[in-house]
């Protein structure tokens, strides 16, 4: 009887097939263990690349501004004093314990809390650790643009600088009134056309300020 033998390729063909199996399964899992980073995906890319953007520019030194929403805690005291959350009020100012008012917008993190601290010790306590936390930078653009959005507040920017960030108005905006509404609440009103002519009327925005463009109607 004749005995049957193995073709010549099938063994060769079998490992080569193996051995990349090992090397596909071993470049996926690389993949998924390594470090994910905003450029990976566009999902998620704008939300991770603004807080980026947003920590940096609090750490980097920045000044406070109307609108701020801040978080103040106090610590080392021997009774627990309640924490402040609210927002620079359009004068600039916020209003802690024992009824004192300070003059936060202008001043960066670290020289408010010293001028908290200093204002309470050793007057009212004998020891106090204030921190002061800024949550996020953003302002918001609504209505009649080609792209509204949460932008983040990366420093000094105009109503027409905002509108610029979401891409622009429509065809359809109503540009001789976009409202501007404050964090504080207060209401402006901004003519987009005369603004482009005249600076003095384009109105600074603020963190945590919301522009709307309305629709016009012919």
Known sequence: ????????????GLATFLFMGIVLTACRISHESSPRFAGDSGI????ASTNTLAT???????????????GITFADVPTPIPSFEGRIKDDGKITLIQNQSFVAAGKTISELEKEIHDRYVPDYFRNLTV???????????????RNPSRQPYLG???????IAAASGPTDFAKLTKVRILRAAGKVDIVNYK???E???LDLPIYPGDRIYVPRKFW
């Open 198 to 200: 005249y600076p003095k």
């Open 194 to 196: 005369k603004a482009k």
């Open 1 to 12: 009887m004749k005995e049957l033998g193995r073709k010549p390729g099938l063994g060769i």
């Open 44 to 47: 998620g890319l704008g939300r």
């Open 56 to 70: 940096h520019v609090i750490e980097s030194g920045a000044r406070l501004r109307v609108g701020e929403l801040l």
């Open 156 to 162: 000094d920017i105009t109503v027409l600088g905002a």
């Open 131 to 145: 921190t002061i936390r800024v949550e996020g930078r953003f302002f918001y653009v609504d209505g009649q643009v």
